[in-house]
Structure formats: structure tokens, C-alpha cells
């Protein structure tokens, strides 16, 4: 019996307080995902009785082995009933794996929809939904607390009914065969159990904080290795060895506690083993020498005995992953029951054609948290194919602006339009389709780089791959790579300048052609050199298009037909460069002075 599986198992569950092992609620829900499978569960437990079967008729075979042909001498028979008891053998391996095959079968077809269930209701919820929650924990959601919802097939639930089956028919068999016996090797069972109890809490708490410390350790070590560099130019490696070697050691005395408890209770269950067989030789001694039981029903009980503690001390164990396995249900569902808040109306207008262009903001109102507005009564127009700026300091609502017009959150108040419908009357994929974002951050996948620039979509051919990179100039670092176009990006863009990572995703903006495109501080971070190349593709990007860029440095915004001036959360000013300039005074021209004397990186 492996104490110490549960260790590995949930080695990356958040902890909190584990509650119920059952509850009819949360097992209401998953009912969706087993009825799919439910003939597979249902021949799970019959497969599971029959081996319980099997197993209980072993111990009654070697008794009439011994009381009727052993111990009468009749050689003749045994024969037979030996090559009865190997048939049983066999049969228990066979169905055995017959039975495990199928529950994991099972397990993992449930864990299959669910995951797939989970991921797509991820896609669909909201930012907001994003902000309050961390990627690592929903990382859990998705592969661990699924994963532990599948031990609770495969260990939990099935096999505790299992046990129950096979203590019913011992202790039935035990009591048929001789109930005073019986009596004797079942009264040390509560004391099993409450043994049992008393270690289980405390293995279990002290794994939990085995866990704790691994948490802590793995946390430690993403941070400290992404940031090697920095703690050896900084010097810092002897101060982080030191943390690392705290952690480390506690993380070691929380295993030996855990360690601890769990010889002391296989010691402890071994000897209570021990006690129960010295009674049933005892008792049975007695009975036998005045002929009240047979010497064959003894080595039955010693048989009986050993495959009778085994589901005691594993059933609690069995409940330990069934608790598990409900904390991580009410996690799962929890997430599913997360309402998807912006979604495409009932009847939405779809853009069958390319939109002209034409946004318009209304009094808009917006922030992130309630009472908080980000964004003021913001009112402007833009015209079809009109290349607007938008400046201001860090924090004044630039990129809110740009979240709002494409539906990553929804204004508290007023409206925004695009061709002069509200854009929450759009069908989402249309509106995000017509509007394409360029962010600071080029993000990257792990795929080719032209899967990067098509993003797998099946109508973006490779010729428009081409033509787009062709079109931005990145079209020579691609070509310069030995499998271009198909040549890899590492993970996280690791492989590319700053420079070519913006060229790619400008790449992929123009082969998805939006009718309005955004660029938020898409130019703020490359060298002047690359910029000049970044210049001339941007000049590609938006001819024929309405343009919004959000802009770092100035200097691009020049050339914008008309500059918004943002200053916490409203609308201040606007104009081109040259009316902006001529306000002394105003917010533009400090924001411009400030910047060509060096003094501010706006
Ligand atoms: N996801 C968010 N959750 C809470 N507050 C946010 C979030 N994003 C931005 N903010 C806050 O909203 C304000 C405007 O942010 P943003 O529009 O990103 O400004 P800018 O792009 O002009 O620098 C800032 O005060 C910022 O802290
Ligand atoms: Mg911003």
C-alpha cells in the first residue's frame, strides 16, 4: 500500500481547506460529462464485483482444500480443485485488467471533455475576468484540478464502492463460516479505523505543507533563473543562495514529518495485523482441539484477515482523494459558471462588407473598477480614412480607449460607433475582425514565423503572407533565414530582435486587412535604425485604412491628419501639430516641449 501517493498527485493544487468528499451538487453537474460514458462506468463496477468475487472465493477454496481432501487424505480431488483455484487466478488478472483498463478509459474520456470545455469557456470570457485572475491559477484549473477530478474516478468514487462490496462479502463469508470467529477477527477493526483516522490527518496535513514549500521553491526558482543575469551582474548570488537554502530546508523537515507519520503507521497497521492474527489462532485453537471448527477454516481466516484490512486502511485514503476531488470540482465549475459578459447580441449585425471606417465616441464613460472612472465623457469623431494620434501621459486612458472600441470591455456609460452602429449591435468576430490592434508587446507563438503572420487562419493564403511581409520589409530578415517563412519562433520570441518581432506582427496586421487600425505604442521600443524601416512600413499599413496610433514619441505623430490630446481619463484638446503648437499653455505643446528638451519619454 502506497502511503505516500498522494504527494505527487496534488503537488500543485492551491491549497485550501478541503471539505465535503461528496456533494450532490457539484456531482449533479459533472453528471453531464459521465452520462456521455456511463455504460463505460457501469461495466467498470460490474467488472469490479466480479473481481471482488473472484478474490473472496480464493481463501474458500484453500479451506475445502484442507478440511475435505488434505486432511481426509482423498488425493484424487485436490487435483481438480488446485486447477480450480489457479482458474481463479487467472481470472482475477484477466478482469483486473479489464477493470483498471476501462475506469482509466473512462477517467480520461470524462477529463478529455472537460478540459476541452473549460479551455473554450476560457476563450470566451471577458478581460476583466482576466485582470482578476492569474494566469498560473488558471493554468491549475485546466491541467491539475481536472486531473485530480480524475483520480476521483479512478480512485476515488469507483473503488470506495468497490471496497465496500468486497468488506460486505468478507465479513458475510466470515460470519457464515464460523460468527464467533468472526466476532474475533472483526473486533480489532474500529481500532484499525481510528488508527487509521488519527495518522491520515496529520500525513495529510503535513504533505499539505510539503506542497506549500514545493510551491514556494518552484515560484523561487522561476523567478530567480528567468532573472540570472541580473542577480549575477548585480552580485546578488551568494544573498539568493542563502533564501534559496531557507526554503530548501524547510521544505526538507516538512517531508521528514510527513515521513515520520507515515513509518510509525505502517508499523502500527502492521502490528495491529499481527494482534488480529494471534486472535484468530487463538480463538481458533481453542475451537478446533473441541471440534467446533476446522482446521481449514482457520487458514481460511488468516486469508480473510489480510485482504480485510486492506480496504480499511485504504478507505481512507479514498476519501482524501475524493475531497480532493470535490475542491477541485467546485474550482472547475466555479470557472464554468463564470458568465461569459461580453458577448455578440441575440440578433447581431454582421459586417458582410468591409466597414468604411467611420468611429464615433459619445460620451463615453468607462473604468475598471466601480466608482473609479478611467475615462470621462470622451467624445470625438473620426472619418473614414482618417489617420488620427492619440497622446497623453502614461495612465491617462490611451489604451483604454482602444480596449473599448473592440469590445474587451463594454462602456459604463454613453457609446461608441463604427459606421455609425453601437458597437455592441456587431457580431464580435466581425467587429474585432474590422478593427485590427498592433500592441506594445509584439506577442509571438510558438508556431513558424508565417504561421505568425496568418495566425492559422484558413483565409490567409501564403501568398497574402507574402505580399504582407513583402509589403512591411520583413519580408528580407525572413527571407534571410535558412527555412523562411517556415523557420520556427522560440517561445516567446526568443530567437527575434525587438525590431523583427514588431515587423511580424505588423505583418500579420495588414494580411488581415481591417477597415480601422490601431497601433498602441506599437514603435516605442526599437532602435532608430530599425525605426526608419518600422516608419516606411507603418506608411504601408495605413494607406486606405481610418488609423489610430497611439504614440510614444512625437515625432510620429506629426504626420497625423488630427492629434487627441488625453489628460486623465478626458478628452483635452485636439488638432494637428501645428494648431496644437501655437496653444501656449497647453497640454500638447508642454508634453512637446518636454520631449525635445530629453526631459520627458512621454
Ligand atoms: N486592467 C486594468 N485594471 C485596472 N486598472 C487598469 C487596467 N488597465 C489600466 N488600468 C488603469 O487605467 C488607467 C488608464 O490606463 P491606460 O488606458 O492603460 O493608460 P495609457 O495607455 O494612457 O498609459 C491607469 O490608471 C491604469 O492604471
Ligand atoms: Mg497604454
Redesign the pocket.
Known amino acids: 500500500m502506497s502511503h505516500g501517493s498522494r504527494r505527487t498527485t496534488t503537488s500543485t493544487h492551491e491549497e485550501t481547506a478541503l471539505g465535503r468528499a461528496y456533494d450532490g451538487r457539484l456531482m449533479r453537474k459533472l453528471w453531464p460529462f459521465v452520462r456521455p460514458h456511463r455504460a463505460l462506468v457501469l461495466l467498470s463496477l460490474l467488472l469490479l464485483v466480479a473481481v471482488s468475487a473472484v478474490q473472496i472465493a480464493q481463501p474458500y477454496i484453500v479451506k475445502v482444500a484442507i478440511d475435505e481432501y488434505i486432511l481426509t487424505r482423498r488425493a484424487e480431488g485436490l487435483i481438480a480443485l488446485a486447477g480450480l483455484f489457479l482458474c481463479t487466478l487467472i481470472a482475477e488478472f484477466l478482469l483486473r485488467f479489464a477493470q483498471l483498463y476501462v475506469m482509466e478509459k473512462t477517467g480520461q474520456n470524462v477529463v478529455y471533455d472537460l478540459r476541452t470545455a473549460v479551455f473554450g469557456h476560457l476563450q470566451r470570457l471577458p478581460s476583466s475576468f482576466f ?1 482578476k485572475n492569474p494566469v498560473g491559477r488558471l493554468m491549475t484549473r485546466v491541467t491539475s484540478d481536472i486531473e485530480s477530478l480524475n483520480e476521483a474516478f479512478t480512485s476515488g468514487l469507483v473503488l470506495i464502492l468497490a471496497d465496500l462490496v468486497k468488506l460486505v462479502g468478507i465479513v458475510a463469508i466470515l460470519l457464515w463460516m464460523d460468527w464467533r470467529l468472526a466476532l474475533v477477527t472483526c473486533a480489532i477493526v474500529p481500532l484499525m479505523i481510528a488508527v487509521t483516522w488519527w495518522f491520515r490527518v496529520r500525513m495529510r496535513a503535513a504533505y499539505r505543507e510539503v506542497r506549500r514549500k514545493v510551491a514556494q521553491l518552484n515560484a523561487f526558482l522561476q523567478e530567480n533563473v528567468s532573472g540570472m543575469r541580473l542577480i549575477q551582474l548585480f552580485g546578488r548570488e551568494q544573498d539568493n543562495l542563502d533564501q534559496f537554502d531557507a526554503i530548501n530546508r524547510q521544505h526538507r523537515d516538512a517531508e521528514l514529518t510527513g515521513v515520520r507519520y507515515e513509518s510509525a503507521f505502517s508499523a502500527i497497521a502492521e502490528m495491529l495485523g499481527s494482534i488480529t492474527l494471534a486472535a484468530i489462532l487463538w480463538a481458533s485453537g481453542w475451537r478446533i482441539l473441541a471440534g467446533a471448527t476446522t482446521f481449514g477454516t482457520l487458514v481460511a481466516f488468516i486469508e480473510y484477515a489480510s485482504k480485510f484490512f486492506q480496504p480499511v486502511q485504504q478507505l481512507s485514503q479514498r476519501y482524501a482523494v475524493m475531497q480532493a476531488a470535490m475542491a477541485s470540482s467546485e474550482r472547475i465549475f466555479a470557472l464554468l459558471d463564470t458568465d461569459v459578459v461580453i458577448r455578440s447580441p441575440q440578433r447581431p449585425r454582421r459586417l458582410e462588407h468591409r466597414p468604411r471606417g467611420e468611429i464615433g465616441f459619445e460620451s463615453v464613460t468607462f473604468g ?2 466601480p466608482g473609479e472612472p ?1 475615462l470621462s465623457d470622451v467624445t470625438f469623431r473620426i472619418n473614414p480614412g482618417e489617420r488620427i494620434a492619440v497622446v ?1 501621459w ?7 480607449l482602444i480596449r473599448l472600441l473592440v469590445r474587451l470591455y463594454d462602456v459604463w456609460d454613453g457609446r461608441i460607433t463604427l459606421d455609425g452602429t453601437d458597437v455592441r449591435e456587431y457580431e464580435l468576430a466581425d467587429l474585432r475582425r474590422a478593427v485590427g490592434v498592433v500592441l506594445q508587446e509584439p506577442f509571438l507563438f510558438a508556431d513558424t514565423l508565417g504561421g505568425n503572420i496568418s495566425l492559422g487562419d484558413p483565409r490567409i493564403d501564403d501568398q497574402t503572407v507574402r505580399a504582407a511581409a513583402r509589403a512591411v520589409r520583413a519580408d528580407r530578415f525572413i527571407e534571410a533565414m535558412p527555412a523562411g517563412y517556415r523557420a520556427p519562433v522560440l517561445e516567446r520570441g526568443a530567437n527575434l530582435s525587438v525590431g523583427e518581432k514588431q515587423l511580424l506582427t505588423f505583418a500579420r496586421a495588414l494580411a488581415f486587412d481591417p477597415a480601422v487600425l490601431v497601433l498602441d505604442e506599437a514603435t516605442a521600443s526599437v532602435d532608430p535604425e530599425t525605426e526608419g524601416a518600422i516608419e516606411k512600413a507603418l506608411d504601408t499599413l495605413l494607406t486606405d485604412r481610418t488609423s489610430i496610433i497611439i504614440a510614444h514619441r512625437l515625432a510620429t505623430v506629426r504626420r497625423a491628419d488630427r492629434i487627441l490630446v488625453l489628460h486623465q481619463g478626458r478628452l483635452r484638446e485636439q488638432g494637428n501639430h501645428t494648431e496644437l503648437m501655437r496653444h501656449e499653455g497647453g497640454i500638447y505643446r508642454a508634453l512637446y516641449d518636454l520631449q525635445t528638451a530629453g526631459l520627458a519619454d512621454v
Open positions: 485582470d475598471y473598477a478611467v497623453g502614461t495612465g491617462s486612458g490611451k489604451s483604454t
